[in-house]
């Protein structure tokens, strides 16, 4: 068995071909840099930032219809603190907040049941967005809301799936080498989808946890893969990713959600890549994302060319002059889990 | 009982409100003459700071926004090297709030106020329209003890110490508006003791900061620009408690960007550095404390990971919202 010492060490002193590794997860890449994981590696090995923030791909008309309802006579509109700052075609929830839209930030998602009990004269939208990850609360929050018979508050989900994504970036984006994968994630999928993947597209797939020293394991893992030309799924998060995921929180996600196409911004539509309310529950729907969603690009906003690990942030033109946290112009400058975003505040520039 | 309008009236239900709860608990021969003005002895110069107090929750784990609002101003105050004297508390109540709750944090500003040696002379009382919210503001003035400490006086080589554990009370108050249980106390306390064993010990403080709103990342990025000089920390010795590194870990906020009310840094010779370490550690509230990094060549923030790895730590960016994935 090696040590951290000696793994690190032949990172630092890695001179084979260039690798690109995809770190598809948010919390990956602000982990990359909380452990100053690049200063770590060999410059031949770059880390480059995913579509793994779930506010950086909802697309600009969903939060159009969001803001409508925020405008709206006896509306509010729960949100997490992530949307707050992102633009729709014109407006933010927080610029429509100071005209005096009803919007409410949420610590919990649970606590919007509260709100609608607390306020039974108040219609409540609550902006559902996410992953997988987010999805079995979102369907707890449909089970509290059907069993106490709520009838003031509806879910607009934008609950993106992200293995379909990734696909699409095999398919359409040759430059990348290997993925290291969400442990969050693959903690409700399993990891036996990123086998399929790994096999069919002939490259690393490697489920990492979200520790420095997780995330060095997995960068040596695809390493080695890539240098021995093997190209297959490794699971080092086995605490908690088993191969079939986790079966109550999949089978819950299945009771109120199924499988659709979906937009994404910067990307466009892709198949079967959200998780939308079945058709029993149109009532509790508020507007959810479909594919005719659609999107207004910023002039010189390069967020597609990062999500898609095309670039990384600073090679965007806007990147820390005309767009800044205090002042986004792109989603992924805005999300605290989007790359332009961590990467300014990193100054890792 | 709760506040309304006539409460702010000044007529009799403000001469009431006044008597049975602010003078009660504020008691001091100052105050109690209930002058226009307070009539103050100081020698020589002085430090002079105002800070407003907003939080909610009112009522958390470890404190309350009135001990916050004597201890917020007694820290500014310290950390000029100054013996905080005098304060004056101002109240902006809305309708609706509760009278026992009035009470309970006059009762705790007197207990904070006592601890921290200063008296609460002068104050005032409005009612506005509202849903039972309390603000307060809080302006204080302390005798200086120590000159030349300042924020641009840092120099090469200088140790830095931090007086204990980051991210209690941030991680308090998140807890208490998200109603997530657990044992995490805010750290909100006065910093007098610390401040006074530092000067006592002869150790020549070149500045000293509280580390409260932007975290401990966001004052050493102010230390590095006032001073012209970089800034190096080692993650490794970081003082922060297990339950506090869960918290922060399932929420994904960053202990070096939590708001702490009862830390500091002093910023010290390097040959002083151990016996300014001691001095703070016999301190109450010191007890953690930690040198944490060093002032160095060139600019900006950057701490040493753990894993030996480099990071340049920025000022915060916005608010640290708790993520959604």
């Known amino acids: 068995m090696k040590t951290l010492e000696s793994i690190k060490r032949e990172l630092k002193e890695y001179d084979g071909k260039d690798i690109k590794i995809m770190e598809v997860c948010g919390t990956h890449t602000s982990s990359i840099f909380k452990n100053g994981i690049r200063s770590l590696i060999s410059s031949r090995i770059q880390l480059i930032s995913g579509p793994g923030c779930p506010v950086c791909v909802t697309a600009s008309s969903y939060i159009d219809r969001l803001l409508e309802y925020a405008l709206k006579d006896n509306h509010c509109v729960l949100t997490f603190g992530d949307m707050m700052k992102v633009k729709g075609s014109k407006l933010s929830l927080t610029e429509a907040k100071a005209m005096g839209g009803n919007v409410k930030i949420l610590y919990s998602p649970l606590s919007a049941i509260k709100a609608a009990i607390k306020s039974p004269d108040t219609q409540f939208v609550f902006a559902a967005v996410g992953f997988e990850t987010t999805a079995p609360i979102y369907a707890l929050m449909m089970e509290e809301i059907i069993k106490n018979g709520i009838k003031n508050l509806r879910l607009m989900t934008s609950i993106k799936t992200i293995m379909p994504a990734v696909s699409y970036i095999c398919v359409n984006e040759e430059n990348i080498d290997a993925f290291l994968c969400p442990g969050h994630v693959s903690v409700i999928t399993g990891s036996s989808l990123y086998r399929e993947m790994a096999l069919k597209y002939r490259k690393p797939f490697v489920i990492g946890g979200f520790d420095g020293e997780h995330i060095i394991a997995a960068i040596y893992e695809i390493v080695r893969q890539i240098s021995s030309k093997e190209y297959d799924m490794k699971n080092m998060y086995q605490s908690a990713v088993s191969s079939e995921g986790n079966q109550k929180a999949k089978a819950l996600i299945d009771k109120y959600f199924e499988v659709a196409d979906d937009y994404w911004r910067g990307i466009g539509i892709i198949k079967d890549s959200a998780l939308r309310l079945r058709p029993e529950y149109k009532d509790f729907d508020a507007g959810s994302t479909t594919s005719e969603d659609v999107d207004i690009t910023p002039p010189g906003c390069k967020c597609t060319d990062v999500i898609l690990g095309r670039i990384t942030p600073a090679k965007c033109p806007l990147f820390g002059g005309a767009c800044t946290p205090l002042n986004a112009v792109g989603p992924c400058m805005v999300s605290s889990e989007g790359a332009c975003g961590i990467w300014y505040r990193n100054s890792e520039v | 009982m709760k506040i309304n309008m006539s409460h702010g009236s000044g007529g009799k239900q403000t001469g009431d409100l006044i008597n049975q709860i ?184 070149h500045c000293m900061r509280d580390v409260t709103r932007g975290g401990l990342a966001t004052v050493l990025n102010e230390i590095s620009s006032a001073s012209s000089c970089g800034v190096e920390i080692y993650e490794a010795v970081l003082p922060i408690s297990n339950e506090v590194k869960g918290f922060c870990s399932i929420l994904g906020l960053d202990p070096l960007y939590m708001a702490n009310e009862g830390k500091m840094i002093a910023v010290v010779p390097d040959n002083q550095a151990e016996t300014a370490l001691q001095a703070v550690r016999k301190s109450k509230y010191g007890e953690n404390a930690q040198i944490i990094g060093r002032v160095v060549d060139g600019s900006g923030v950057t701490m040493v990971t753990t894993l030996q790895g480099s990071r340049i730590l920025d000022v915060l960016y916005g608010e640290g919202l708790p993520r959604i994935c």
Do not use: W
């Open chain 2, 22 to 205: 602010f003078l009660k608990h504020f008691d001091n021969n100052i105050l109690n003459r209930l002058e226009d003005a307070a009539v103050l002895d100081i020698k020589g110069k002085i430090a002079y700071t105002t800070d407003s107090f907003v939080v909610t929750p009112l009522f958390f784990n470890g404190g309350d926004i009135g001990k916050l609002a004597v201890c917020g101003t007694v820290n500014d105050i310290s950390m000029m090297g100054a013996i905080p004297k005098y304060l004056t508390a101002g109240f902006i109540i809305e309708e609706g709030a509760e009278i026992e709750d009035i009470d309970k944090i006059a009762l705790s500003m007197k207990l904070a106020a006592e601890e921290a040696g200063i008296k609460i002379v002068a104050g005032d009382t409005k009612v506005i329209e509202g849903h039972g919210g309390i603000y307060i503001n809080t302006s204080g003035i302390g005798e200086i003890a120590k000159e030349g400490i300042s924020i641009s006086s840092c120099q090469k080589g200088d140790a830095i110490i931090l007086s204990g554990n980051l991210g209690d009370h941030h991680a308090a108050i998140m807890s208490g508006r998200m109603e997530i249980e657990n044992n995490i106390k805010s750290d909100c306390a006065p910093l007098t003791s610390i401040v006074k064993n530092l000067i006592e010990s002869n150790i020549d403080v």
